[in-house]
């Protein structure tokens, strides 16, 4: 399955960074940075929930003595990935009807749409796929 555009996705994470005087930790502050990109490549970022410039929060997440991922939202494939993945599911020789138990045959878990799926997951399932039914790919 070919890439098409990439999709959007926030992640937000807390930093812990140590302010230091003659090498002792004389203050820790503690940000919640995230950042944002659309699937048109527009990056947003904030900064303790205010708007924030991108490259200053890329520079509180580098400059962090610690770096802990909170969340990742990933917006899922949608109705004409779906409709692709289908389409080679059913080439493959796999009946419509069977094509969310496919899918959650390969996630080890309930899929009920396949434009629900994220990225990792759509791309999870086509290994699947190609791996069950080699001549899909």
């Known amino acids: 399955m070919q ?14 960074t140590h302010h230091e005087m003659d090498r002792v930790v004389v203050m820790t502050t503690v940000q919640t940075v995230t950042l944002s990109a659309d699937r048109h490549g ?12 991108v490259e200053e929060a890329v520079n509180i997440l580098n400059r ?14 949608g109705k004409p990935r779906a409709a692709r993945l289908h389409t080679l599911m ?14 959650g045959a390969a ?23 190609t791996y069950t039914h080699p001549h899909a790919a």
């Open 64 to 77: 962090a003595a610690r770096v802990t991922l909170i969340s990742e939202e990933r917006q899922p494939i």
């Open 42 to 53: 527009h990056k947003t970022a904030q900064i303790d929930g205010k708007p924030a410039q």
């Open 90 to 103: 059913g080439r493959a020789g796999i009946p419509s009807g069977e094509h969310y138990a496919f899918a």
């Open 107 to 129: 996630l080890d878990r309930p899929v009920y749409s396949l434009a629900a799926l994220t990225e990792e997951e759509a791309r999870a399932v086509w290994a699947f796929l």
């Open 3 to 16: 890439t098409t555009k990439p999709r959007s996705i926030t992640r937000t994470w807390e930093a812990v």
